[in-house]
């Protein structure tokens, strides 16, 4: 199984972008979707986005949609998170996450990067 590493996090001001990139080391994910979890200080871990295999379903978290992109290369073995017009609210660490049946919770995924911080200051 492939091992998926997590880099792009940083310090943005609000109102700024950063795109998060998840690359599967050592195999490849093929046939699973792939998606993007958080976790902010003091709150359980949510969902934030994910994409089928073959991109004909994208989902949303609703305090999300229409801020953040969530694209895959599967020739690459890539798969990104754009978040624009981020919001000190957007702050928490950031997992990018593949499993072999959508799910909008996560506990059915069961690969996971190591997750990389995402600060966003006002």
């Known amino acids: 199984q492939a091992q998926l590493v997590e880099s792009g996090g940083g310090l943005v001001q609000a109102g700024g972008s950063l795109r998060l990139s998840c690359v599967a080391s050592?195999?490849?994910?093929?046939?699973?979707?792939m998606g993007w979890f958080r976790q902010a200080p003091g709150k359980e871990r949510e969902f934030v986005a994910a994409?089928?295999?073959?991109?004909?379903?994208?989902y949303y978290a609703d305090s999300v949609k229409g801020r953040f992109t969530i694209s895959r290369d599967n020739a690459n073995n890539m798969a990104y998170l754009q978040m624009n017009s981020l919001k000190p609210e957007d702050t928490a660490v950031y997992y990018c996450?593949?499993?072999?049946?959508?799910?909008?919770?996560?506990?059915?995924?069961?690969?996971w990067g190591q997750g990389t911080q995402v600060t966003v200051s006002s």
């Open positions: 996450a593949a499993t072999s049946t959508m799910s909008l919770i996560d506990e059915p995924w069961k690969h």
């Open positions: 050592g195999g490849t994910f093929s046939g699973y979707h």
């Open positions: 994409r089928s295999w073959r991109g004909f379903s994208t």
